[in-house]
């Protein structure tokens, strides 16, 4: 079985406070996009191979199939290989994406044995974003994201720059300070925006302090808003976007930096 596993945007994320479980709770925008890692499954020994070399241990995917096991109280026996396309730790979910796809084809293989709640719990224990990818398209996220509200977007255009380098999620979050959290946040009115297409009102504040954090993310952010473009960060780094088409001197200045330059769309919506 093949299968294609999609990259998501946060359109937008907010930081509402601290939990007592140590995470933060939020409130995002989830979008699909096709930058898709591809995946094939075959039947054998258990085994997760992927083109970066990531060792199978440490592999969300594996982690995931383990919990599985535990669900489904026998052993898996298939043998993955996961082809790389989309950046690793740049805010685009690769791995939690590549979590979701699988636990979906392999449930289907199988039969389908677990129901969609088994397979969130499951995601869930292993990413905060994987949730979302067992659906794809446009989500609203709460608590850790892993809270979800499906919604109707209009499809788009983006521009995607990766500045070549990762972000840790965790140290990013470990970093953040009272100053960035929002209160009174306006939820229905950003949704009521999205909905009618103006992406005006979206920010990413943990994106804002990933730009501090890593020198190359913010040097993405200032030369795209130098443009009078709206750039923001996805997730906690390190790629940053901009709703529409490449423009000519972005594309000079990713060729001089260095940077990879993505034109993605919508994908699933």
């Known amino acids: 079985m093949k299968v294609l596993s999609p990259a998501k945007l946060n359109l937008g994320l907010w930081l509402l406070g601290k939990r007592p479980d140590g995470y933060h709770e939020i409130f995002t925008v989830y979008h699909t996009i096709d930058l898709l890692d591809e995946i094939l499954i075959e039947e054998g020994p258990l085994s997760v191979e992927t083109s970066t070399g990531i060792p199978m241990e440490e592999n969300l995917v594996y982690k995931a199939i383990k919990l599985m096991e535990n669900r489904l109280g026998k052993e898996i026996n298939f043998r993955i290989y996961i082809q790389k396309n989309i950046p690793e730790g740049a805010g685009l979910g690769g791995g939690s994406s590549n979590v979701a796809s699988v636990l979906k084809a392999i449930n289907e293989l199988l039969g389908n044995p677990l129901d969609l709640e088994d397979l969130k719990s ?148």
């Open 122 to 269: 499951i995601a869930s224990q292993v990413s905060s974003d994987a949730p979302f990818f067992l659906f794809g398209g446009s989500a609203i996220g709460r608590g850790r994201g892993e809270v979800l509200e499906k919604i109707n977007l209009p499809k788009r255009v983006f521009t995607l720059i990766y500045p070549r380098v990762k972000c840790s999620t965790a140290y990013v979050y470990s970093m953040v300070k009272e100053n960035i959290l929002t209160e009174n946040l306006s939820s229905d009115k950003i949704i009521d925006c999205l909905r009618a297409g103006d992406f005006s009102p979206l920010e990413n504040r943990l994106g804002e302090l990933a730009g501090e954090l890593y020198p190359e993310v913010g040097e993405v952010l200032r030369f795209l808003r130098s443009l009078g473009l709206k750039a923001l960060v996805s997730g906690s780094g390190s790629s940053v976007f901009y709703v529409g088409e490449p423009l000519p001197e972005v594309g000079l200045a990713c060729k001089l930096r260095n940077w990879m330059l993505y034109r993605v769309e919508s994908y699933g919506v």
